[in-house]
């Protein structure tokens, strides 16, 4: 599951971009891997 905190509780703008940016970086990584178990070509 994916963690929209750092596990401090912070609920700050700074600890929610950082979350954002954290999430975002592990969707493109299961998506990438998704797309290449399935064939798909890769997307530029």
Excluded: N
Aim: glycine share 12%; aromatic share 2%; net charge positive.
């Amino acid at each position: 599951p994916f963690q929209a905190g750092d596990g401090s509780g912070r609920r700050t703008r700074a600890a929610l971009d950082q979350a954002t940016e954290r999430i975002q970086k592990r969707l493109a990584t299961h998506l990438g891997t998704a797309r290449r178990l399935t064939g798909r070509p890769e997307q530029t």
